[in-house]
Every structure is written in structure tokens, then in C-alpha cells.
């Protein structure tokens, strides 16, 4: 992949699969119930901005840049990301099945791995050891199957693919924000600005956002109040009103990742390529470090596989007017 960085979240092509073939779930229809109303949402009013950063933090293999002029036509937009109590409903509503749950696994960094279960993992991350294939785990068992989500109910659901977040969509009546739409809410009304909130990553010593905070991947100091992941309503939000755009969780967006498509093409209402093997996620996560991973910048961008999963990945949702 033209992009992958496995270091900071690792997909299937980075483990030699041996399963079989696992079926794909059916995507459960609209609900009626979610669908009539944006409860939990914000309206971004339609507008241009600056699109990409050229400031030289990035990675010229993401094609951050170049820096473009783009319009976005007016949407809504979820504040929060998509919490395990949402996700639970879904569920409980459809029966779905995460690809995690199929498959048998998901990835799990090392740290949050019991002792007991760490002693029956057999496979890691290539060029990546600190990220585990940890067999049952999913989103109900983020960090394996001897942990549960009963005190992470308000904290973003995690272990949940592209396609998983699809059908989460189909089912709310929504869908997943384009990629501009994503940068475009998360700047929060600010041009050129690296974060959400300004230049500084923290200013005036305040923590804007949950990251890694020490040495990685050895010694995390939680510093910024969190060493996994933070409820989904954590820190200040940006101008727009939404939270955690910046760490915390990677989230999924609609559009075909390409590190080149962008440079020549479409300035509104871009949705990125017609196909390719990844999608892009942006935002960053908890497990992100200035000293390999600065991608919890706004205008950053990684990718991953469709059917790929890990215990920093979630996504948020937006609605046409």
C-alpha cells in the first residue's frame, strides 16, 4: 500500500493470513428512529478553505499537499464520534456483526494486553511489534477478550472497519464525511492553522487533545489525562463545536485514499477517487508521537484497508441538509 503506516495503525496486509474466506454481513437498513432528527450534530455552513498543509511536519508520501482552495457545499456533522453506547444500540437493533467479530480478531497495542492473554498471542506487526493480533478481540473486548466496555460507554467505539462503519451509517439514515468535509469541520473556522485550535499543540501548558505523552512506544506518562482512549466528549472543542477531531481516535472517511489524485483534482465537493485498496482516516489517535506519527494534525492523513481494524480506529458521521 502506497501509504500504510504501521506503526500507528496496522492493517490485515501486514499479517499472513491463513483463514478462510469470512462472508460479508449484510448491511442492515435506515432506522426510522435515528433518522428523522441531527440530535448530536452540528451544522457546518458551506464555504471554502484551505485544503492541505506544505509546512514541511508532514510526509510527502501521505500527499498532504499541495495546500488547494476547496468549497464544501453545507452539511451536518456529528460532534462526537460514534460512542460504544451508540454502536451497542445498533446492534442490539440489528444483530450486525462486526468483521472483527468474524474474522476472530482485531489489533491490540501491547500494553493494553493482559498478562494472560499476551502469552497466546503469536503474531505482531511487521517492522510494527508493538501492535498484536489479539484473537477475540473486537469492540465489545477492546484490549482482548478478558476486557469489556461496561466503564466506556461514553468513549468512542474502536475495532470497528470501513465497512462496519458503513453499515452503521445505513442504519442512521447518514453517512461518512468526505475527506474535505472532514478537514473542513475540524479547522473549526481557522485557515492554516496545524490543530484544531491553533499552532501550539499545547498552549499555555494545556492539553488540547489525547495523545502519547513520553517515550514511544515504551513509556506513555498520561500527562494529558488518558492513556488509552478518552470519552468521546473530552477536552475543548473546536470553533465549530466538535470534539476530539485531533487524537484520540483515527476516524474512517468515505474517500479511496490516494497520495497524488488531489493535486489536479476537483476543487468542490471533492470525493476523492473512484477506486483503490484503501480508504483514508484522519485525525490521529491516542497512540500518536511527534517522534513518528505527528498525523494528529488537521490537515494529516493516513489510510487503511477496508476490512482492517484496531483499537485506535473509529469514525463520526454527517447527514445531508
Not at 88 to 113: C, M, P
Not at 128 to 140: E, F, I, L, T, Y
Request: a negative charge.
Amino acid at each position: 500500500m502506497e501509504n500504510q503506516c504501521p506503526c500507528c495503525m496496522p492493517g490485515k496486509p501486514y499479517l499472513v493470513e491463513t483463514n478462510e474466506p469470512v462472508a460479508r454481513a449484510p448491511i442492515p437498513r435506515s432506522s426510522q428512529r435515528i433518522d428523522d432528527h441531527y440530535e448530536g450534530m452540528v451544522l457546518i455552513p458551506s464555504g471554502e478553505f484551505w485544503m492541505g498543509a506544505e509546512d514541511g511536519e508532514g510526509f510527502p508520501r501521505d500527499g498532504e499537499g499541495p495546500v488547494r482552495k476547496v468549497a464544501v457545499k453545507s452539511f451536518y456533522i456529528d460532534a462526537c464520534a460514534v460512542t460504544n453506547r451508540e454502536f451497542l444500540q445498533f446492534v442490539e437493533d440489528t444483530g450486525y456483526q462486526t468483521e472483527a467479530e468474524r474474522f476472530g480478531w482485531s489489533f491490540v497495542f501491547y500494553q493494553f494486553v493482559s498478562s494472560g492473554v499476551s502469552k497466546r498471542v503469536s503474531q505482531v506487526v511487521q517492522n510494527a511489534p508493538w501492535w498484536w493480533r489479539v484473537d477475540g478481540a473486537d469492540w465489545r473486548h477492546p484490549d482482548g477478550p478478558d476486557s469489556d466496555i461496561a466503564n466506556r460507554m461514553d468513549h468512542p467505539v474502536v475495532h470497528v472497519s470501513w465497512n462496519d462503519a458503513m453499515a452503521y451509517c445505513n442504519w442512521a439514515g447518514k453517512r461518512l464525511p468526505t475527506e474535505a468535509e472532514w478537514e473542513y469541520a475540524a479547522r473549526g473556522g481557522l485557515e492554516r492553522r496545524k490543530f484544531a485550535w491553533g499552532n501550539e499543540l499545547t498552549p499555555n501548558g494545556e492539553h488540547m487533545c489525547n495523545i502519547w505523552q513520553g517515550e514511544f512506544p515504551q513509556t506513555n506518562d498520561g500527562s494529558d489525562g488518558y492513556l488509552g482512549t478518552a470519552p468521546a466528549k473530552s477536552f475543548q472543542p473546536n470553533g465549530y463545536g466538535l470534539y476530539n477531531v485531533c487524537g484520540n481516535v483515527w476516524e474512517w472517511c468515505a474517500d479511496w485514499f490516494s497520495a497524488t489524485f488531489h493535486v489536479h483534482g476537483p476543487r468542490e465537493n471533492p470525493t476523492g477517487p473512484d477506486h483503490g485498496v484503501a480508504r483514508v482516516t484522519k485525525g490521529g489517535s491516542h497512540l500518536c508521537h511527534h517522534s513518528y506519527c505527528n498525523r494528529y494534525r488537521v490537515a494529516a492523513r493516513s489510510s487503511n484497508t477496508p476490512d482492517s481494524s484496531t483499537g485506535n480506529i473509529g469514525f463520526r458521521c454527517v447527514k445531508d441538509i
